[in-house]
C-alpha cells in the first residue's frame, strides 16, 4: 500500500533526519513508528502527505509516486491527527468534523449523516456534543473528535503523530481502546507514530523501531519482544511488555470522582495491577484506594468494577 525505496530527508541545515529507510506498510495494518525523541519518525510520517519532501528516493501509494498525485487530492485522502488538538476553536464539533467533506462539497444531508455516525463511533451523543464548542469537551473528548474528523471523508489512510500523548492516563487508555475497536471496524490503513514502547505494542500489529534515521526492527510486537535485533533494540523496550496490552488494570475502573470524599478504607492498590486480582480483595473490601506514581487517583468499588465489567461485556457484545 505504501512503500518507501531508499528515502531520505536531510534538512538544509544539513540534519540527515532519515536516511535510506526501505518500508512496505500493508493495506489495512496498523503500522507503528516508534523510536527515541529525533530518530526520525514524525519526519518519516510527514513525507507520505507530502508536508515534507525527500530529498532523495521514491515513496509509493498503491501503484502511483506520491509525487505524481494532485496535492489536494493525497492530502483529502491522507487522515492526519497530531498530538495538539488542533480543533478550530471558533467553530462548533460538527463545523469541525465537516471541513474536509465541505472541501470535497458533500451534501448537507450527507455530512450530517456522517457527523452522527462518527461521533456515535467514538462514544460522544451526537444530540448533545454536535453543537458544542471545543472547550466544552474535555481533552480526551477533543482527541476523540480530532481522531474522527481525520476519518471524516473516509480516507483510506491515517496518519497519527503522537496523538494521545498530552492526555492524562485513563482518558489515553480509553482512546487506545476506542482506536482499536475502530481499526477493527473501519479497516483503513494507519500509521502511528509514539516513542512510547508499551503504546507501540498495545497497537501495532507491525512495528518499525527507528534511532538517527535509520530502521533498526520491523516486526510483530511478538517477533520484538522474544527476538530483538540488537542491544539498542532490547533497551528500548525496556520493561513494556506486549503480553501485557490484553490485561485490564485496576486502572480502569477507577471512580475518579471519589477522590475529594473521604476515603473509608485503608486497603491500598496499585493502578496497574490486573482488575482480576483486584476483584478477588472486592469479596472482602467493598472499597479500595488507587494508587499510582504515588498518588492516590481514586477509588475502586465494588460498584465501580461492576460499572466497567458491564460495559465491557456489552462492548464485546456489540463488536464481537
Ligand atoms: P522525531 O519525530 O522522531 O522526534 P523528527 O523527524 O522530528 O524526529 O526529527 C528528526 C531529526 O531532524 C532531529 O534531529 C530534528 O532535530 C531534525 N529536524 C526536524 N525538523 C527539522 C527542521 N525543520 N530543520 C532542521 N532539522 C530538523
Ligand atoms: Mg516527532
Not at 35 to 49: H, Y
Not at 56 to 76: A, F, Q
Not at 290 to 317: F, M, N, P, W
Request: with cysteine.
Amino acid at each position: 500500500m505504501i512503500q518507501f525505496n531508499k528515502v531520505s530527508k536531510s534538512y538544509r541545515d544539513g540534519t540527515a533526519a532519515v536516511d535510506s529507510v526501505d518500508l512496505h506498510i500493508r493495506k489495512g495494518e496498523f503500522f507503528v513508528l516508534v523510536g527515541p525523541s529525533g530518530c526520525g519518525k514524525t519526519t518519516t510520517l510527514k513525507m507520505i502527505n507530502r508536508l515534507i519532501d525527500a530529498t532523495d528516493g521514491t515513496i509509493t501509494i498503491g501503484e502511483k509516486k506520491i509525487s505524481e498525485y494532485d496535492i489536494h487530492e493525497l492530502r483529502w485522502n491522507i487522515g492526519y491527527v497530531l498530538q495538539q488538538i488542533a480543533l478550530f476553536p471558533h467553530m462548533t464539533i460538527e463545523e469541525n468534523i465537516a471541513v474536509v467533506p465541505e472541501l470535497k462539497r458533500w451534501s448537507r444531508a450527507q455530512i450530517k449523516k456522517r457527523v452522527d455516525e462518527l461521533l456515535t463511533m467514538v462514544g460522544l451523543d451526537p444530540e448533545t456534543y454536535r453543537g458544542r464548542k471545543p472547550a466544552e469537551l474535555s481533552g480526551g473528548q477533543q482527541q476523540r473528535v480530532g481522531v474522527v474528523r481525520a476519518l471524516a471523508a473516509d480516507p483510506d489512510i491515517l496518519l497519527m503523530d503522537e496523538p494521545f500523548s498530552a492526555l492524562d492516563p485513563v482518558s489515553r487508555e480509553k482512546i487506545q481502546r476506542d482506536i482499536i475497536s475502530l481499526q477493527q471496524r473501519i479497516n483503513k490503513t494507519i500509521v502511528f507514530v509514539t516513542h512510547d514502547m508499551q503504546e507501540a505494542f498495545k497497537l501495532g500489529d507491525r512495528i518499525c523501531l527507528m534511532k538517527d534515521g535509520r530502521i533498526v526492527q520491523i516486526d510483530t510486537p511478538e517477533a520484538l519482544f522474544h527476538r530483538p535485533a540488537d542491544e539498542f533494540v532490547k533497551q528500548f523496550i525496556g520493561t513494556a511488555n506486549p503480553l501485557l496490552k490484553d490485561t485490564v488494570t485496576v486502572e480502569s475502573a477507577v471512580q475518579k470522582q471519589s477522590v475529594s470524599e473521604k476515603f473509608t478504607s485503608s486497603q491500598v492498590i496499585a493502578a496497574g495491577v490486573p482488575l482480576e486480582e483486584a476483584i478477588e480483595q472486592l469479596i472482602q473490601e467493598d472499597r479500595i484506594q488507587v494508587e499510582k506514581d504515588g498518588e492516590i487517583i481514586g477509588l475502586l468499588t465494588r460498584q465501580s468494577a461492576l460499572a466497567y465489567l458491564s460495559e465491557a461485556l456489552k462492548e464485546r457484545r456489540e463488536h464481537g
